[in-house]
């Protein structure tokens, strides 16, 4: 029984399966296809033999000029870099001689100012009178010597905006640690015109105040030279000029001046 009933149960398969034929698949279009022709490129002519020179000529051009330039700039770099060294050698020199000698500015003060050949009654450009200028300048330095020379020197005395008188700064040295008491005789330039009168009218009306204000500048070139650092041969110089300003007061313009009051300001140029 169970044999026969596995029969009848493949036969009832079969006939079902002739009774619902499979569904053949649907055919599908194909989509359409387009062929494009694209042209090659053609040399319609053939070019100039100029032109192939014209090419030669400016591409030679353009690479003399990149060639320059990268040259030029070649040469920028090395400068550039040969000054920075330069000057960090300078700066390193400067900073080690700062640390070993601790260089000091010398001190400057007027002592005196007094005027000599004077007439207030003489016309204009008759004699002028001379003014001397004694000045009191202090080396404060342990291991610096001042040598000052009178060439390319200058000492000029002012009342407000008018030169009095002019002349130069003496040679002398000034040794370390040393005080040293100048005098300098001041004249007025021909060039210079000053109405004797008037100026010495407003002089005589600040004497009455007993403060006659003037001004001294002074350009004091000078070689400064360094002690000898043990193990060196050579002494170190440097040459500089100081400038100088006083603001002086007096009592008085005459050969019996008396300073009141007097400041001095001084500034270094290397030269």
Known sequence: MPAMKAYLNTTSLDEESEEQPLAQPSKSRNPPQYIIKVPKDRIYKIPPPENQYLYNFYSKRVRLRQKHHSTCRRCLLWTTGILAILILILFIIGLSLYFTFHPQLPKYSVSNITVHNFNINS????????????????????????????????????????????????????????????????????????????????ISLEEKHGEVPLDITIEAPARVKFEKIAGTKKQLMVVVVFKVRCKVKVDRLSKLSKIVSNKCNVHVRMN
């Open 123 to 202: 016309p204009d450009g008759a004699e002028e009178p001379e003014y001397h200028l004694s000045m009191r300048v202090e080396n404060p330095n342990k291991a610096l010597e001042m040598e000052y020379y009178s060439s390319k020197s200058s000492a000029k005395l002012y009342y407000t905006d008018e030169e009095l008188g002019e002349g130069v700064w003496p040679s002398f040295t000034s040794e370390n640690q040393n005080v040293t008491w100048t005098r300098s005789t001041l004249r007025r330039r021909p060039d210079v015109l000053l109405a004797r009168k008037k100026i010495w009218g407003e």
